[in-house]
């Protein structure tokens, strides 16, 4: 199967003074050598602590941010080689759901008009069947006609995020990049937006690249999941899989982290330390100093993403011998 | 320990009275926590503040009692809470950055507040700041003393804030979402170190929160909060077994769950209420999906349905 999206190499490199105190100019490398395919109609969940490159990860495939290296295939397509205005045409097959709706949302403008613009830009329309257009959209999401002549502010969390939701479906959209579409809103909300999230994907057949940090809502999701660690990807593989039976130390670890809303359960071992920086990363393995079975071998040599069992890859030198199942 | 009995604290804004926290009662014991669950705007915070008789205008405590070791807090002269504030009861918030003051070193406001509560010298202050962050799990604590609140991660910061909290052995821990700004990794070894220093120091504990696997991990006694009422209150243990009211149980349905593959989620249709509604019947009619002609009518009353559980719903026995 040829992958709708295909992700090669990709690097980014930040200089930053962001957290010194001397004010000196570092590297931060956000995405390490990131690389992985998306099947068409499937979700993919990103996860990993904040700050490990996820949502670099999902600017720099848009060019919303520009690749240092790498190359981002979409339908076979280079999209960091080709020209803007080849790219325009492309970008409209390829939305993205922000985490804080209000923010990505203009403040002064009615629903009507936001919802509007995606047309204007890439679809120009007669009056009456814009009307049409933005009628079924607001259906779609579970919106109403009435909602079209108010501003933003007016709507709660809930709401915005279906007005977002909207307007990437304005496009009719083949690939849906959602930088953690659910993580502001409450939990009963959280649940409608989820529900909504997989029922238009079944019907507009759409794909997803899911970033969240929360690990039930991604399990629930995504048919597939990546682990990111430090701007690079440490395990891949099926959602159910990797609950059962992870591959890598810190896959294992966020897992053990995660509350688990049943009363009683016995303690589990906690992942110790301070999330990472990526400036000066370990060297080796980048997860050893907080890894409860590092050895000597995972101080000096990085392990590669490997292929452990059909389509579950791991970076951990013990992937073979380590039995983490739960 | 704490007893708190119809409180209610209104804002009195431009477009209406809000009614953020609308008679509520309940009470901790030495040594226990109690969680207050609920959705975005029922009324946590407002319940928090209103204990240290922090709420900001155009808000006022309006009516009700905050028994603290007997003593009615709303009696209190405003220098007298000064004295109990940061002492016997302390706060944890969820941004660790508005409880640290950003051009002071770490040592210095800690210090501060032990100086503030305490007779002691500047260097037994030092010493005992030390030793706090020692407790809280900070490395190198001696370098770190020297430090700005800026040069810390998240989760460093609230070690920080919770030394703050402790610095004076609070018999009441009062800790609005203390982990929601943080990483699951991180949240998971602050809410432990939360609960050790709470057992070695038996305070009771008010642990605000929306996160029902943290009720479940940290909490032995549970409230459900919704527009501004208590709708449910039970032991944990009672409250996830046999959920009483309609909105504890859609809460309870709605969680994605580790390790369970379900086609679909199951939420509470409808939004979360807003704070200028006012109810003639239930709060929770039009997202509730079990109503009856009266719950339109009239405002249930709490009502003792299990020994310790208590339910705001008419169709709870
Ligand atoms: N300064 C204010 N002026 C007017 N209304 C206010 C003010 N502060 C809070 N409120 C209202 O009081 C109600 C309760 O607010 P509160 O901050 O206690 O909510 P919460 O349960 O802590 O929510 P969250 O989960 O979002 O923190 C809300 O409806 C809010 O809009
Ligand atoms: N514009 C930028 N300038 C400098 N550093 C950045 C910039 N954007 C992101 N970073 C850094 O890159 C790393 C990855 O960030 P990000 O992709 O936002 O992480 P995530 O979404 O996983 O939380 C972080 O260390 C972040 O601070
Ligand atoms: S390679 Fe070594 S340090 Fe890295 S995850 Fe595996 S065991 Fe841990
Ligand atoms: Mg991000
Ligand atoms: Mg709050």
């Given at each position: ?74 339908k ?12 325009r045409?492309?970008?409209r097959?390829?939305q ?31 009056a ?44 009719k ?25 997989q029922?238009?994907?079944k ?20 048919d ?9 990807i ?48 370990p ?23 490997e ?14 011998e ?5 | ?10 804002f ?15 009470s901790i014991?030495?040594g226990?926590?109690?969680?207050l ?8 915070s407002i ?58 070193r ?36 001696e ?37 929601t700004?943080?990483?699951v ?17 038996q ?42 009211h ?19 989620l ?5 939004q979360v ?5 006012s ?16 719950c ?5 009353q ?16």
């Amino acid at each position: 199967m040829t992958p709708l999206l295909k992700v090669d190499n990709l690097n980014k490199t930040f200089i930053t003074t962001a957290g010194l105190a001397n004010g000196k100019k570092q590297r931060l490398q956000a995405v390490n050598n990131l690389s992985f395919a998306l099947i068409e109609g499937e979700t993919l969940g990103l996860v990993g602590e904040s700050g490990c490159g996820k949502s670099t990860t999902g600017r720099l495939i848009l060019r919303l941010l520009e690749a240092d290296s790498g190359e981002v295939f979409y339908k076979g397509e280079n999209l960091l080689k080709i020209s803007r205005s080849r790219l325009r045409p492309l970008r409209r097959e390829m939305q993205m759901i922000f985490q804080d709706p209000f923010s990505s949302l203009n403040p002064r403008m009615r629903i009507g008009d936001i919802l509007s613009e995606p047309f204007k830009i890439h679809k120009p329309l007669a009056a009456t069947d814009l009307k049409r257009e933005l009628k079924n959209l607001l259906e779609v999401v579970g919106l109403s006609v009435e909602h079209l002549d108010r501003y933003p502010h007016e709507f709660s969390g809930g709401q915005r995020q279906r007005i977002g939701i909207a307007r990437a479906l304005a496009v009719k959209p083949n690939l849906i990049i959602a930088d953690e579409p659910v993580s502001a809103l409450d939990v009963s909300i959280q649940a409608q937006i989820i529900n909504l999230l997989q029922d238009i994907q079944k019907e507009f057949k759409l794909t997803y690249l899911f970033i969240a940090h929360d690990l039930a809502v991604v399990q629930h999701i995504c048919d597939r999941v990546a682990v990111m660690y430090l701007g690079r990807i440490v395990e891949i593989g099926p959602a159910l899989n990797i609950y059962r039976r992870p591959l890598h130390p810190y896959t294992e670890a966020l897992l053990n982290a995660v509350p688990i809303p049943i009363p009683g359960r016995p303690g589990r071992a906690l992942l110790q330390g301070e999330v990472p920086s990526p400036i000066n990363p370990p060297s080796g393995c980048p997860f050893h100093p907080r890894c409860r079975y590092a050895k000597s071998i995972c101080e000096t040599d990085l392990p590669p993403l490997e292929q452990q069992s059909t389509g579950h890859e791991s970076a951990c030198h013990f992937a073979k011998e380590l039995d983490m199942s739960r | 320990m704490l007893q708190v009995r119809d409180l209610k604290t209104y804002f009195f804004t431009a477009k209406g009275v809000v009614k953020a926290v609308d008679g509520i009662s309940f009470s901790i014991k030495k040594g226990e926590t109690l969680a207050l669950v609920g959705e975005s705007g029922c009324g946590k915070s407002i319940t928090a503040l209103s204990l240290l008789r922090l709420v900001p205008p155009p808000g006022k405590i309006v009516g009700g009692q905050i028994r603290f070791n007997g003593e009615d807090l709303l009696y209190l002269s405003e220098s007298e809470m000064r004295r109990l504030r940061g002492n016997r009861i302390a706060m944890v918030f969820q941004e660790p950055m508005t409880a640290l003051n950003p051009v002071l070193r770490i040592g210095d406001q800690i210090s501060e507040v032990l100086l503030q509560h305490q007779d002691i010298s500047p260097g037994e202050a030092r010493d005992a700041s030390i030793k706090l962050l020692h407790q809280v799990g900070i490395p190198a604590p001696e370098q770190r003393i020297r430090e700005f609140p800026h040069q810390l991660s998240g989760g460093l910061r609230q070690r920080i804030v919770i030394a703050m909290a402790l610095a004076c052995n609070p018999q009441l821990l009062i800790a609005d979402e203390p982990t929601t700004a943080l990483d699951v990794t991180i949240q998971a070894q602050i809410m432990e170190l939360l609960g050790r220093l709470q057992q070695q120091r038996q305070m009771a504990t008010l642990l605000i929160t929306h996160d029902l696997g943290v009720v479940a991990e940290s909490a032995q006694q549970v409230a459900i909060m919704y527009a501004g009422l208590i709708v449910e209150s039970a032991s944990v243990a009672q409250l996830f077994a046999a959920p009483g009211h309609p909105y504890t149980r859609g809460l309870l349905a709605s969680l994605p769950r580790l390790g369970e593959k379900r086609d679909r989620l199951s939420p509470i249709d409808g939004q979360v209420p807003s704070p200028l509604e006012s109810h003639t019947g239930c709060p929770f009619l039009p997202r509730c999906p079990d109503v009856i002609p009266i719950c339109s009518s009239r405002y249930p009353q709490l009502q003792e349905t299990e020994p310790g559980q208590h339910v705001r719903c008419w169709r709870a026995e």
